[in-house]
């Protein structure tokens, strides 16, 4: 049997239209939710990321201040941007696209956004309460695999979810959040050390590929029935395309939606989820400062 494709361009719109709506409400009371979308450097995965955000920030009603910088940055410079829109009060949300280029400590970077305005939820205070169930702003791409999972009535009680891959991003929050009591899975997390990873991901209930590289989860990996979801975003060479490329994700797509019950699709998977739970986010911090 055939996998139910979860449509995750069709789940983030409906979190985007509920956002939009609740952003003319603030509006109509004299705030205008603003996230500061910083980029050093042009590379092509993260200018395409930002222009996502960007016109995403504006589809739902949001106002956005667009700041571009040259690959030469200093740490400085970028810090005191930071500094700049942290004391600005008619921005509400920062985000700094990752990965920064080498000279600059993206750790140091991450620690000078007020928590109050890390809608991206990487400060380490963010991090920290989310690790113990304090109210924070949760990262955005975890936060949108659970929505799907959540949307598609697909229980995480008692499951037994595994993780590939322990990115900061990804791989760490997403088993954190899965492992807190309102999602309750058992959770492993595999990576590059784990021994043997087929005997870990055919034990899975519930299967998060975040690992970063084509071809990771193929068929045989996966248990009859399982629910796979695909973080990954990959580019390969496509010379059928204008761009170039094609993406794809971890999971081979084709011979796992053979063997699982649900799965994502890539693109239009998890994607679209990470730009709606950002716009929900800055949502959040912009109602903060009523
Ligand atoms: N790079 C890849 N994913 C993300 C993300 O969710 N936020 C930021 N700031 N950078 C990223």
């Given at each position: 049997?055939?996998?139910?494709?979860?449509?995750?361009?069709?789940?983030?719109?409906?979190?985007?239209?509920?956002?939009?709506?609740?952003?003319a409400e603030?509006?109509?009371?004299?705030?205008?939710?603003?996230?500061?979308?910083?980029?050093?450097?042009?590379?092509?995965a993260?200018?395409?990321?930002v222009t996502?955000?960007?016109?995403?920030l504006?589809?739902?009603?949001?106002?956005?201040?667009?700041?571009r910088?040259?690959?030469?940055t200093?740490?400085?410079?970028?810090l005191?941007?930071?500094?700049t829109?942290?004391?600005?009060?008619?921005v509400?949300?920062?985000?700094?696209?990752?990965?920064?280029?080498?000279h600059?400590d993206?750790?140091?970077?991450?620690?000078?956004?007020k928590?109050?305005k890390?809608?991206?939820?990487?400060?380490?205070?963010?991090v920290?309460n989310?690790?113990?169930g304090?109210?924070?702003?949760?990262p955005?791409?975890?936060?949108?695999?659970?929505?799907l999972?959540?949307?598609?009535?697909i229980?995480?009680?008692?499951?037994?979810?595994?993780?590939?891959?322990?990115?900061?991003i990804?791989?760490?929050?997403v088993?954190?959040?899965?492992a807190r009591?309102?999602?309750?899975?058992?959770?492993?997390?595999?990576?590059?050390?784990?021994?043997?990873?087929p005997?870990?991901?055919?034990?899975?209930?519930?299967?998060?590929?975040?690992?970063?590289?084509?071809?990771t989860?193929t068929a045989?990996?996966?248990?009859e029935?399982?629910?796979?979801?695909?973080?990954?975003v990959?580019?390969?060479?496509?010379?059928?395309?204008?761009?170039?490329?094609?993406?794809?994700?971890?999971?081979?797509?084709?011979?796992v939606?053979?063997?699982?019950?649900?799965i994502t699709?890539v693109?239009?998977g998890?994607?679209?989820?990470?730009i709606?739970?950002?716009?929900?986010n800055?949502?959040?911090a912009?109602?903060?400062?009523?």
């Amino acid at each position: 049997m055939s996998a139910v494709i979860i449509d995750g361009f069709e789940i983030a719109r409906q979190v985007r239209e509920d956002v939009a709506k609740k952003t003319a409400e603030l509006k109509a009371k004299g705030i205008t939710p603003c996230l500061a979308v910083v980029l050093v450097g042009e590379d092509p995965a993260s200018v395409s990321y930002v222009t996502g955000k960007e016109k995403a920030l504006l589809e739902v009603g949001m106002s956005d201040r667009s700041i571009r910088l040259n690959e030469k940055t200093t740490e400085k410079e970028l810090l005191d941007v930071i500094h700049t829109l942290n004391t600005d009060t008619s921005v509400h949300g920062i985000l700094v696209q990752l990965p920064l280029p080498k000279h600059i400590d993206e750790a140091k970077v991450l620690l000078a956004i007020k928590p109050e305005k890390d809608v991206d939820g990487f400060h380490p205070i963010s991090v920290g309460n989310m690790l113990i169930g304090r109210k924070s702003f949760l990262p955005c791409t975890p936060h949108g695999v659970l929505v799907l999972l959540k949307t598609m009535g697909i229980q995480t009680s008692g499951a037994h979810a595994v993780v590939v891959g322990r990115s900061n991003i990804v791989g760490k929050p997403v088993a954190v959040l899965l492992a807190r009591k309102e999602c309750n899975a058992t959770v492993t997390i595999c990576h590059t050390g784990t021994k043997d990873l087929p005997s870990m991901t055919k034990q899975a209930d519930i299967l998060i590929a975040a690992a970063g590289k084509p071809g990771t989860i193929t068929a045989d990996m996966v248990k009859e029935g399982a629910v796979v979801i695909d973080v990954g975003v990959n580019r390969i060479p496509d010379s059928s395309k204008k761009s170039g490329f094609r993406l794809v994700g971890d999971v081979d797509f084709d011979a796992v939606k053979e063997k699982a019950s649900f799965i994502t699709p890539v693109p239009r998977g998890v994607g679209p989820m990470t730009i709606a739970m950002l716009m929900q986010n800055t949502l959040e911090a912009a109602e903060c400062s009523l």
